[in-house]
């Protein structure tokens, strides 16, 4: 590696061969990480990966760069809790529902429910049992919502994969959509939505094991 290579790589759209073209946010992550160069390294939960990926890509670039310091907080974010996917898609569409189009609304009031349900179903609640910040979100598009719960009502499946497909498409939806919608400060809300993920994410990690206490050894002297 030169001394090129070892250069600072420098925050911007879409995935980049090495850091001597630039990275995105996740290609830094795994620069830092201490992985092979890719946008998609093990080192961060791969719905949060698609998050930063995403904003990374919608925000300005005058904005790009505030996200840097960003970057060492999703390195080590791999929690296998099976919240984690509905409840980090249920924080980005929250942001989303109330500024995107219309059309983007339907699609985002759908994955909210279908997400919604999935997180009742894991704790024992009700189907239409939903959390209080998804409820007031929906009330201000009761358009969008009355027309998503007929159609998750008739037992449509959005995909058979939330995890997979409805997720991160419902995500990318979410992001591009802030960053095209006619409201002040896109790149405010697109940073305060991966911080939020972030957040989320990092609730759902395992608490770290106890390091054993070796017994103190008494010696004692004649």
Same mark, same amino acid.
């Given at each position: 590696?030169?001394?090129?290579?070892?250069?600072?790589?420098?925050?911007?759209?879409?995935?980049?061969?090495?850091?001597?073209?630039?990275?995105?946010?996740?290609?830094?992550?795994?620069?830092?990480?201490?992985?092979?160069?890719?946008?998609?390294?093990?080192?961060?939960?791969?719905?949060?990966?698609?998050?930063?990926?995403?904003?990374?890509?919608?925000?300005?670039?005058?904005?790009?760069?505030?996200?840097?310091?960003?970057?060492?907080?999703?390195?080590?974010?791999?929690?296998?809790?099976?919240?984690?996917?509905?409840?980090?898609?249920?924080?980005?569409?929250?942001?989303?529902?109330?500024?995107?189009?219309?059309?983007?609304?339907?699609?985002?009031?759908?994955? #909210?429910?279908?997400?919604?349900?999935?997180? *009742?179903?894991?704790?024992?609640?009700? @189907?239409?049992?939903? %959390? &209080? !910040?998804? /409820?007031?979100?929906?009330?201000?598009?009761?358009?969008?919502?009355?027309?998503?719960?007929?159609?998750?009502?008739?037992?449509?499946?959005?995909?058979?994969?939330?995890?997979?497909?409805?997720?991160?498409?419902?995500?990318?939806?979410?992001?591009?959509?802030?960053?095209?919608?006619?409201?002040?400060?896109?790149?405010?809300?697109?940073?305060?939505?991966? #911080?939020?993920?972030?957040?989320?994410?990092? *609730?759902?990690?395992?608490?770290?094991? @106890?390091?054993?206490? %070796? &017994? !103190?050894? /008494?010696?004692?002297?004649?």
């Amino acid at each position: 590696m030169n001394n090129v290579d070892l250069a600072v790589p420098v925050l911007s759209r879409g995935k980049h061969r090495s850091p001597r073209k630039g990275a995105c946010f996740m290609e830094f992550a795994s620069y830092l990480a201490g992985e092979p160069w890719s946008d998609h390294p093990a080192c961060t939960h791969p719905l949060l990966a698609g998050v930063a990926r995403d904003v990374n890509d919608c925000t300005s670039d005058s904005g790009r760069s505030r996200l840097a310091p960003l970057i060492p907080s999703v390195i080590g974010l791999t929690p296998d809790d099976p919240h984690v996917v509905p409840r980090v898609a249920a924080h980005c569409i929250r942001h989303a529902l109330p500024v995107v189009s219309q059309e983007r609304q339907y699609i985002l009031a759908v994955a #909210l429910l279908v997400g919604e349900r999935q997180l *009742a179903a894991l704790d024992g609640r009700p @189907p239409d049992d939903l %959390e &209080p !910040e998804s /409820v007031a979100v929906l009330q201000a598009v009761p358009q969008a919502t009355k027309w998503a719960r007929s159609f998750t009502a008739r037992g449509r499946r959005v995909t058979p994969d939330f995890a997979r497909r409805t997720a991160p498409r419902a995500v990318s939806c979410a992001v591009e959509g802030i960053s095209q919608a006619c409201v002040p400060n896109p790149d405010d809300r697109l940073y305060q939505l991966l #911080l939020d993920a972030i957040a989320e994410t990092r *609730a759902w990690m395992p608490a770290p094991k @106890p390091v054993p206490v %070796e &017994p !103190e050894v /008494v010696r004692f002297t004649v």
